[in-house]
């Protein structure tokens, strides 16, 4: 499937599901459903004609009922006046952007190297311990993404991706947190964030999975929020003749969702403080590491981030810097050759920090983002667009036509009082899954899970069967049930067990 082939694919599947829920309140009515639809009609005309965007309905006679539904209830859920507000700002005023200010490295908590940052660390893994055990700590996952670039119809979170068992990567983690759960015997909510497109595949494989073995009661599922794309004038597209084309509002939307869908609320009730906030497509996330829980704690943090060294320069990752003192994330794009080659005196990267998208976030600081509207900015980015012109055509553009308009999650990095940079393990805690092939694959994150768990048993005196060049043939898997580290692995693997290809615990 081409890209375009699977952005209309995911704008048909949406149109199914407009027309469904449409459907679906039309008969659970009953009653006032012709009087209902012209006034919905009227309105939703006027509101566009008053924001200039009168043209969608340009194709309103050709429609059939159904279709007329579809377009009706998208447009009750478009944000008029935001979309006029952004288009005001990034396309009307084209206002430049701002310098950079001066860089300087963020300060970080490196891997602990001395006795003295060991004893930190075991300082902060115990205070992580026992924000644990009270029970003060959700999981916060972002899994609006479609498997497309993988090669796979259906939600990113179930891609299968474990390398023996071929466990999906909702599963991987969500075994995370329940072992984790037993571990320190209390409940850890996991709050799922979905997009329009994948809501109800994602809903429909927790409950044919069972959620886990997490309860139903502990898994809460909302939709990111839709925002229309516009040309170069600020006009909608219509992606057909009865939908516009939407997009998702950035992972920083996440933060808005959290508000808007109650689950904020929700947390208070359940007497959560913090958030561990991941992406759905890394198999590796240490999920509510004790450290990096510990740490921000220790530090009073509202936000704290983890970062891994980068590989090279050229890494395409952003990297967490102050600017003009003030902690930010810098896009990979938005560094120059000269920065991103800076090295310091002995040698290394100056800006090193790439970003790995986890964060801990306070309830608290969420909320604050979200009083009296959402105050996270909103970037402009040129796409193309799929769209039909004037006479109902399809164009598939060859040239960047379009304008989405998306938030980012560090973007709330400099509005935190207090927060804490932590570095990880690259081979511990990230192999996202993201391309088909080479780098952040299917193929290498299996290789970076067997490898960990390849250490752990080591650790644990068991036998890897290598080749003489050390390489291992093969996979082997741990399931998080089991072990959620060597340690854990150790009551369950005897020394000299002797692992080779499809070794399993």
Known sequence: MTLSEGRAAASHHRAQLFTYNVLRGVFMEGRGQTTDIVTDETHLRNLAEEHGQEHVFRFWDELNSAERLVLLDQLRNVDFALTERLVRKHIVAAAVSPEKGTLSPAPIIALPSSEKEEQATGAAHQRGEELLRKGQVACYVVAGGQGTRLGFDGPKGTFTIGPVSQRSLFQIHAEKIRALSVRYGAKIPWYVMTSEGNHPATVNFFQKMQFFGLGQENVRFFQQEMLPAVDEKGKFLLHAKSCIFTSPNGHGGSLKALHESGSLRDMRERGIDSIFYFQVDNPLVDVCDPVFLGHHAL????????????????????????????????????????????ITSDGNLKYWAGSIAIHLLSVDFVEGLNQGGFSLPYHRAAKNVPYLDEAGSRCEPTDKNGIKFETFVFDALNKARHSVTMEVRREQEFSPVKNATGDDSPRKAREDMTALYLRWLEACGAKVERGEDGSFAGHVEINPLMALDAADLSKHVKPGSVVRDQFTV
């Open 299 to 342: 530090g009073e943090s509202e936000m704290s981030s983890k970062v891994v060294r980068k590989s090279s320069w050229e890494e395409r990752v952003g990297v967490i810097v102050l600017r003009d003192g003030v902690l930010t994330v810098i896009e990979y794009s938005d560094l120059s050759d000269e920065e991103a080659q800076a």
